[in-house]
């Protein structure tokens, strides 16, 4: 089955809100503090370190001397870090497969910074194949909070996939936006699968 998260607002149950424009789309800003984001491209990034002739993560093109996004999404999401609104951003147009955000059990700064998963560049939101698994797992035990899902392509390889969901989440006491994403083959009619405090998609 394939869903299309639409443009309207739903909430399980009614949470506090995250920063967002009078219409239109949540606008984010980088927290002022210490913030890091972090580029991740399949087209153009390398995941070796800059002293091993690859890149740092830290800009979205390479631009020489070790600078330039990294290659997949488990080596960028290794730079993010825990209670911070790090910024983890995918390449627009590129497809990144047989990955996908694995386990996921850091949190964001605050709901005014949430650690934010989107995308960077222009074209078609950036393309995630995970196969057979959980997109983004929030796992079962964990507490996870203030993080927002926007900009992203996420389907499953298979409908046959064994009761995944793009978006799985039994983590405690979340505030978890998704929006303008695409998800798809996913074990459910939205391809979110919750039991969460605080969540909203649109």
């Known amino acids: 089955m ?11 149950p009614t949470g506090p809100a995250f920063p967002s ?5 949540t606008q984010f800003t980088p927290t002022s503090n210490d913030f890091r984001g972090v580029y991740v491209s399949d087209s153009v990034g390398l995941d070796a370190d800059p002293s091993q002739g690859g890149y ?4 979205p093109d390479p631009i020489g001397n070790g600078h330039g996004p990294k290659k997949t999404i488990p080596v960028g999401k290794a730079l993010l870090r825990q209670n911070h609104g790090d910024w983890l951003l995918l390449r627009r147009g590129d497809t990144f497969a047989a990955q996908g955000f ?9 709901l005014a910074f949430p650690m934010l998963i989107g995308a960077y560049s222009a074209g078609a939101r950036p393309a995630v194949r995970p196969g057979a698994q959980y997109g983004i797992d929030f796992q079962y035990q964990t507490t996870v909070s203030n993080v927002a899902v926007v900009g992203i392509d996420l389907q499953l390889d298979t409908t046959e996939n064994g009761g995944f969901s793009a978006i799985h989440s039994y983590a405690q006491q979340i505030n978890l936006l998704v929006e303008d994403c695409f998800l798809a083959n996913s074990n459910n009619g939205d391809g979110i699968y919750t039991k969460v405090s605080a969540f909203t998609y649109t």
């Open 2 to 12: 394939v869903s299309v998260i639409p443009k309207h607002r739903h909430s399980f």
């Open 21 to 25: 424009a009078t219409f239109g789309w």
């Open 56 to 59: 740092d993560g830290m800009y």
């Open 102 to 110: 694995g386990n996921w059990n850091l949190s964001g700064e605050s």
